[in-house]
């Protein structure tokens, strides 16, 4: 009898310490990804005041990992690359003007962007629950994945403003 709880205890030891490995493997493949910065923003309606409501499509090996490092993305996106406009919608310019600031800035941004960082309190809404068929395509080896997420830029722009990172829209220059 000692002896079989004590395989049991094993083969549940072994299973836990597998599935944190997977975990800890997933995660390091998602912050590569992410670390890439490949993406593509498009706007895609008008959201709430203060808000931008854009598509965000993510390229991973797994479609997961693509989902998720969508929001990390869309908040990437409309700080550093903005978007264009479409059919009536106006594009938008990045927040940042200074093309150098993420690497001048480096800390603040590893910070910003970490797993569970800052960047969160920016996202409002995403479709990361429900992703269309069309917007889930194979291309060669990896995924790209096309989630709408609702960026709250004024609450963006202000915490940047209080970091230092861009200007205040009253600063006169």
Not at 31 to 60: A, H, Q
Not at 91 to 96: F, H, I, Q
């Amino acid at each position: 009898m000692m002896k079989i709880q004590i395989t049991i205890a094993f083969i549940l030891a072994l299973m836990l310490g597998t599935s944190l490995s997977g975990n800890a493997q997933a995660k390091r493949h998602a912050n590569e990804d992410t670390e890439n910065w490949r993406y593509e923003l498009e706007v895609v309606g008008t959201g709430v005041e203060g808000t931008y409501l854009v598509k965000v499509w993510s390229y991973s090996k797994k479609p997961v990992v693509a989902t998720e490092q969508s929001k990390k993305n869309a908040v990437h996106g409309v700080i550093f690359k903005g978007f264009a406009g479409k059919r009536g919608i106006e594009g938008k310019p990045p927040l940042v003007t200074n093309v150098n600031i993420e690497q001048e800035k480096q800390q603040f941004f590893d910070d910003f962007f970490a797993d569970g960082g800052k960047y969160m309190k920016f996202v409002n809404l995403t479709t990361d629950g429900a992703v269309a068929a069309e917007d889930r395509m194979k291309i060669g080896k990896e995924y790209k994945v096309g989630v709408v997420v609702s960026v709250n830029v004024e609450l963006l722009r202000k915490d940047l403003e209080d970091a230092g990172i861009v200007r205040s829209l009253n600063s006169g220059f």
